[in-house]
Structure formats: structure tokens, C-alpha cells
């Protein structure tokens, strides 16, 4: 991302994408993947479940601006290392059945972002385009995962135009 300043009253994070399209970071949030796991550890099923749900949330907070785009996460199947699960995978095959689940492990930062471009996508009486953005990555900011990941999004594909 590059900081651009030459608006007297704004300052913006400016990021061109492969297509040559520019955009504009307008809000970024992040929060912890599993804030809200209380007991146990995450799985396929209830990461599916996670990521499903947080995209609906996220489309419900901004409806006027369409679907959000999720950049598919990391998964795997250690927490910090690997093999870090193995005593638990172990100890969970002595319990029930139905509590058996190979852990399986989202980066632990989940970031929402709102991008704007000056330009609309479709329809040429529109003043510009947004486009909502989820991804997963391991530490608070912006490093370099996203920035590339972020490059590739087909913005006439998913963005959504709109008016002043």
C-alpha cells in the first residue's frame, strides 16, 4: 500500500491493482480470529461455519455495497508449530466419537476492508465503486500477504457501482 497525500483534507492509502485499476483503502478492521472460542479448538466444519458466518455479518453491515470478497485463508493444522496438536488429536481419540475432529487452524487476525475506485465498474453513469474485503492473516497491520493477495481481486467482477 502507498500513502498518498496530496489531497489537502484527506489522506489515503492508495493500492493499483494488476488490472491497472487504482483503489482506496476507506476502512480497515481487524479482530481475532477465535475472540469468541471459549472451550475446545477450531476444526474444518466450525472454521467453515466461522468464516460463513462473519461474511454474512459483514454483508449485513454494509447491504448497499453487495457481497463481500473473501480471500480464501490459510488452514492447517497446527496452532503455533507444527505437531503442537498431536497430544490433543491423541487425547481426543479416547472420548466419544462425535468429539473427534482433526484441529485445523485460520490465521489469527480476521480483517475486514473497504476499498473505493474512482471509477464505476459497469455502468458509466455511476461516480465510482466499492467493494468490501475479508482476509485472514497472522499479525495486526498490513504486511505483505494481503497487499499481493489483494492485487489479484477482479474488481469488475465483484465491486459494486454507485453514486455521490
Same mark, same amino acid.
Given at each position: 500500500?502507498?500513502?498518498?497525500?496530496?489531497?489537502?483534507?484527506?489522506?489515503?492509502?492508495?493500492?493499483? @491493482?494488476?488490472?491497472?485499476?487504482?483503489?482506496?483503502?476507506?476502512?480497515?478492521?481487524?479482530?481475532?480470529?477465535?475472540?469468541?472460542?471459549?472451550?475446545?479448538?477450531?476444526?474444518?466444519?466450525?472454521?467453515?461455519?466461522?468464516?460463513?458466518?462473519y461474511?454474512?455479518?459483514?454483508?449485513?453491515?454494509?447491504?448497499? @455495497?453487495?457481497?463481500?470478497y473473501?480471500?480464501?485463508?490459510?488452514?492447517?493444522?497446527?496452532?503455533?508449530?507444527?505437531g503442537?496438536?498431536?497430544?490433543?488429536?491423541?487425547?481426543?481419540?479416547?472420548?466419544?466419537?462425535?468429539?473427534?475432529?482433526?484441529?485445523?487452524?485460520?490465521?489469527?487476525?480476521?480483517?475486514?476492508?473497504?476499498?473505493?475506485?474512482? *471509477?464505476?465498474? *459497469?455502468?458509466?453513469?455511476?461516480?465510482?465503486?466499492?467493494?468490501?474485503?475479508?482476509?485472514?492473516?497472522?499479525?495486526?497491520?498490513?504486511?505483505?500477504?494481503?497487499?499481493?493477495?489483494?492485487?489479484?481481486?477482479?474488481?469488475?467482477?465483484?465491486?459494486?457501482?454507485?453514486?455521490?
Open positions: 500500500m502507498e500513502f498518498n497525500d496530496s489531497f489537502i483534507y484527506n489522506c489515503h492509502c492508495n493500492l493499483k @491493482l494488476v488490472s491497472g485499476r487504482e483503489i482506496i483503502l476507506e476502512k480497515l478492521t481487524q479482530e481475532i480470529t477465535y475472540a469468541g472460542l471459549l472451550l475446545g479448538m477450531p476444526y474444518k466444519e466450525s472454521n467453515d461455519r466461522q468464516i460463513k458466518s461474511l454474512a455479518y459483514v454483508a449485513k453491515e454494509n447491504p448497499h @455495497l453487495g457481497q463481500p473473501l480471500i480464501e485463508p490459510e488452514r492447517r493444522d497446527y496452532f503455533r508449530n507444527p503442537d496438536m498431536q497430544i490433543v488429536i491423541e487425547q481426543q481419540q479416547k472420548g466419544p466419537e462425535m468429539s473427534r475432529h482433526n484441529p485445523e487452524w485460520l490465521p489469527p487476525v480476521v480483517c475486514v476492508a473497504t476499498f473505493l475506485s474512482l *471509477q464505476a465498474t *459497469q455502468d458509466s453513469t455511476d461516480d465510482a465503486s466499492k467493494l468490501v474485503i475479508v482476509w485472514y492473516q497472522h499479525d495486526f497491520g498490513i504486511d505483505s500477504f494481503p497487499t499481493e493477495q489483494l492485487q489479484k481481486v477482479d474488481w469488475e467482477k465483484h465491486a459494486t457501482d454507485w453514486s455521490f
